[in-house]
């Protein structure tokens, strides 16, 4: 059970270094976006899968973060990473903040709070266009002065690595249990010890944070930000990635998060049909296979070794 | 200026009455499914463009179409819960409040998206219920707004009579109390969850087919009414219709004054949207369970 996992990452991680020398310049662009949303639909996997807290918040901090670094970077006349840091640890608070006041709200009042908060963020954006650039856009300078995108794959890459493994382990140590454990029963994971306040906290602090890095590093990456960036479609996009994924795992919705970016630009000719074929996957998914696609992927590969069944029969759960 | 307020009081009480029907929808598919419908502002924009093409293409009157787009958009709403929502009802699924969050979110995406491709990008108008405007003095108003609010009345009182007086309320009245006490008197819940859906989803079409000669059609219209609904439906007590109908009203109204009283007349429309966000986020600070909240309901 636990030698599989560790082959997969192995052959992952060899798999990533190479992939932006297999393919042209097109598809490195494509593979480092996609390394951005696998950051962000993390992060909402964190949120909502293992932590149960509903946040259609994502993609504001990842403006926030984005419009923040860009912003800082050009007020102060700051080095980039000490511009990166700042808007991080802005979003950190920020979402902790959201996380403490929002403590009394569960469920669908808890999404449409924090869908409300990225929508007042893109709309003051897009409204204080002196600042901003609003619909116009923010031009933000190159990070690195070489002309491929190599090193923004590579800085991607170190990033979703650097994110995945600080969320991983504390969803594999016993933080995880209390998430899960304020998940599935908010009353009872207190009665049984849980500081439920302390983390709920604290999981939308990482979340948030992390929303934001990945948002720092789109900001030059993409080399002019939108307000669209933190609009309820591309938050929907987010949402689409992580559940085809699998919600409850963090490796599941990166993989989802590859695997919807790689169908979107196969779908390229296809238009406008890709966000109703995203729509209408999702609610598939959602229907039919609620743990994810991938998931129940995972599932059959773990059924062909009868050893491998009998691990699982033990009790451990299926993904940590 | 005191007309100019005035006149866009008015006007905030014209979309008030629009605002409460589409919240008084959201309200009864809340109080009967409790879950938070994310597609309601989309099945609204629907209902519009219903009203829209039964017009243009069959050729019917705008009063008839409006009740089409109604029918219409009943039955979309009953297609979306039968093939959709049907786990809701399982006792195998697990965090039903988190499935109905997520599938309404996904039809949400779906429907505004497939209106994109359907009916085109670009905002489209349909004609007038009636030419002209009505003038006292010199205060002017579109028939077509001073009708939207008059049928949104209507509306509003047809819906309270059927709550109150018809069986079928009755019955929508007792799934909201208690499902199971309502099995047990031979109330067919799995009918009444279907009919709470698709009322709610008429109701948001009639909104939109009312509206759509006031303001134009676009794909993404439902966006700003959808949480401007949420806000109302919070705001008056999840699961109060009475409470959706007059904070409907009370958000249209200071809508409309924050619009005539914000000192940047460029921003003011900007953020009259991010106005009422910030309301929502205030009143569930303040106070999760409304002003007018009849019962507290637990989300899960």
């Given at each position: ?8 990452m ?8 190479a992939y932006p020398h297999l393919?042209?310049?097109?598809w ?5 976006l996609a ?9 909402w ?6 932590a149960g ?16 670094s860009?912003l800082?970077v ?15 640890l802005?979003?950190?608070v920020?979402?902790?903040g ?18 409300a908060?990225?929508?007042?963020l ?13 619909a ?28 995945l493994?600080l ?19 908010e009353q009872?994971a207190?009665?049984a010890?849980v500081k ?5 906290i604290l999981?939308?602090?990482i979340g948030?944070g992390v929303a934001?890095l ?5 900001a ?10 933190g ?7 987010v ?9 409850e ?12 970016e790689?169908?979107?630009e ?11 074929i995203?729509?209408g ?6 229907r039919f296979a609620?743990?994810g ?18 691990a ?6 299926a993904?940590s | 200026?005191l ?6 009081a ?5 979309i008030g ?8 929808g959201?309200?009864?598919i ?11 502002g989309?099945v ?5 463009y ?8 069959l ?11 109604m029918?219409?958009s009943?039955?979309l ?5 039968r ?13 039903k ?6 599938v ?12 994109i ?6 905002p ?6 009636f030419?002209?405007s ?5 205060f002017?108003?579109?028939w077509?707004?001073?009708f939207?609010?008059?049928a949104?009345v209507v ?13 079928w309320?009755q019955?929508?009245?007792?799934v ?6 309502a099995a ?6 799995r009918?009444?969850y ?8 008429g109701?948001?079409?009639g ?8 303001y134009a ?5 439902g ?9 109302i ?18 958000i249209g109204v ?30 569930l600070?303040?106070r999760?369970?409304?002003?007018f ?8």
């Amino acid at each position: 059970m636990r030698r599989l996992p560790i082959a997969a990452m192995a052959a992952f991680a060899v798999l990533a270094f190479a992939y932006p020398h297999l393919v042209d310049a097109y598809w490195r662009t494509v593979g480092t976006l996609a390394i951005f949303y696998a950051i962000v639909a993390a992060s909402w996997a964190l949120l909502v899968g293992y932590a149960g807290q509903f946040s259609f918040g994502q993609m504001g901090f990842v403006s926030l973060g984005a419009y923040g670094s860009a912003l800082l970077v050009q007020w102060l006349a700051i080095p980039f990473p000490i511009g990166m840091v700042a808007a991080v640890l802005v979003c950190t608070v920020v979402g902790a903040g959201i996380g403490f006041v929002c403590l009394r709200m569960r469920g669908p009042y808890l999404a449409i709070f924090t869908m409300a908060f990225s929508e007042v963020l893109r709309i003051v954006i897009l409204t204080e266009n002196e600042v901003t650039g609003g619909a116009g856009g923010l031009e933000v300078a190159p990070l690195f002065h070489s002309r491929t995108v190599f090193p923004y794959y590579y800085l991607a890459l170190a990033l979703l690595a650097g994110s995945l493994g600080l969320m991983g382990m504390m969803v594999a140590s016993r933080w995880g249990l209390f998430f899960r454990a304020i998940r599935e029963n908010e009353q009872a994971a207190a009665a049984a010890g849980v500081k439920v306040v302390r983390f709920r906290i604290l999981v939308f602090a990482i979340g948030s944070g992390v929303a934001g890095l990945a948002g720092t590093f789109y900001a030059p990456f993409i080399g002019i930000l939108t307000p669209d960036i933190g609009s309820v479609d591309q938050m929907g996009e987010v949402v689409a990635m992580a559940v085809i994924g699998g919600a409850e795992s963090l490796p599941a919705a990166v993989l989802g998060a590859f695997f919807v970016e790689a169908l979107f630009e196969a779908l390229r000719a296809y238009g406008e049909w890709r966000l109703v074929i995203f729509g209408g996957l999702l609610l598939l998914t959602m229907r039919f296979a609620r743990n994810g696609l991938l998931a129940l992927a995972w599932e059959q590969v773990l059924r062909l070794g009868p050893v491998l069944q009998r691990a699982r029969s033990i009790g451990r759960p299926a993904e940590s | 200026m005191l007309d100019y307020i005035l006149v866009q009081a008015l006007n905030g009480l014209v979309i008030g009455v629009i605002y409460a029907v589409i919240a008084t929808g959201l309200t009864v598919i809340f109080s009967i499914l409790k879950i938070v419908n994310f597609a309601h502002g989309e099945v609204y924009m629907m209902g519009g463009y219903f009203a829209y093409f039964v017009i243009a293409l069959l050729g019917l009157p705008p009063l008839l179409a409006v009740l089409v787009a109604m029918l219409l958009s009943f039955a979309l709403s009953v297609l979306f819960e039968r093939t959709l929502l049907t786990p809701l009802y399982s006792p195998t699924t697990e965090r039903k409040g988190d499935y109905g969050i997520l599938v309404t979110f996904g039809i949400s995406i779906l429907l505004r998206n497939l209106a994109i491709i359907v009916f085109g990008p670009f905002p489209l108008r349909p004609p007038s219920f009636f030419e002209g405007s009505l003038v006292v003095g010199n205060f002017v108003m579109s028939w077509d707004r001073v009708f939207a609010a008059g049928a949104g009345v209507v509306l509003l009182v047809g819906l309270l009579a059927f709550l109150s007086r018809s069986a079928w309320g009755q019955a929508l009245n007792a799934v909201s109390q208690s499902r199971e006490s309502a099995a047990i008197v031979g109330i067919n819940d799995r009918l009444v969850y279907t009919l709470a859906f698709g009322l709610g989803g008429g109701l948001a079409g009639g909104a939109g087919a009312l509206v759509g000669p006031i303001y134009a059609l676009s794909p993404s219209m439902g966006l700003v009414p959808d949480t401007q609904a949420f806000v109302i439906v919070v705001l008056g007590g999840m699961g109060s219709v009475g409470g959706s109908i007059i904070a409907g009203l009370l958000i249209g109204v200071s809508e409309g004054l924050f619009v005539a009283l914000f000192p940047d007349p460029t921003r003011s429309l900007a953020y009259a949207q991010a106005f009422s966000l910030l309301v929502l986020m205030g009143v569930l600070l303040v106070r999760p369970t409304g002003f007018f909240g009849r019962v507290h309901v637990a989300m899960e």
